[in-house]
């Protein structure tokens, strides 16, 4: 039961909400409300993880050691870039996405779907940078709360980077040597 001071406000929030996403977005549809969600969500994930490491009493070191964020950043990227773009994990993202052709080596290209507000999550998640910001939280607090099978899971991803890395060396040279 709002009174009619509440609605009136209620409304006129509203209103400017949406003048700034017109301004903001010009003749473009850019979903302003969905990545509003989306960072409150991540700000509600890493509470979350941060209250769990807080309850669990793990200790939280001072700076991060150098090897772990090296570890992070190539587990962070191999499985960003599995999860966003992996033909295997397309299933994960039919739901939000749309099928527009092959990208690159196991990889695909996919597009947001613009109806139903499904926009937000499908850039979310074929954009490897943004799903990174995710997976790289997610790794850090596997860090403080399973510091050992995280590590076990981050050097199976990296052996997984560096390998595809020398497969790719490999297309190069041969495709280098026998001029194709």
Do not use: I
């Not at 990227?77 to 397309?90: D, E, P, Y």
């Not at 507000?117 to 790289?136: H, I, N, Q, R, Y």
């Amino acid at each position: 039961m709002s009174t009619g001071a509440d609605g009136r406000l209620r409304r006129r929030v509203r209103g400017a909400l949406r003048r700034t996403e017109q301004d903001y977005s010009g003749a473009r549809d850019r979903p302003l409300g969905g990545y509003l969600a989306a960072m409150a969500g991540f700000g509600a994930y890493t509470a979350a993880w941060a209250t769990v490491v807080r309850l669990r009493g793990r200790p939280v070191p001072d700076r991060p050691e150098p090897w772990d964020v090296v570890l992070t950043s190539v587990a962070t990227f191999r499985l960003s870039r599995l999860l966003s773009k992996a033909s295997v994990t397309s299933p994960l993202r039919a739901p939000f996405t749309r099928y527009v052709g092959p990208r690159g080596p196991a990889e695909l290209h996919e597009e947001a779907q613009s109806e139903g507000g499904k926009d937000t999550v499908g850039e979310l998640v074929t954009c490897p940078f943004c799903v990174s910001v995710w997976v790289a939280s997610t790794l850090t607090a596997g860090q403080l709360l399973w510091p050992r099978a995280t590590r076990t899971t981050m050097g199976a991803l990296a052996a997984l980077a560096g390998s595809d890395a020398l497969q790719l060396a490999y297309t190069a040279l041969v495709d280098k040597t026998t001029g194709d």
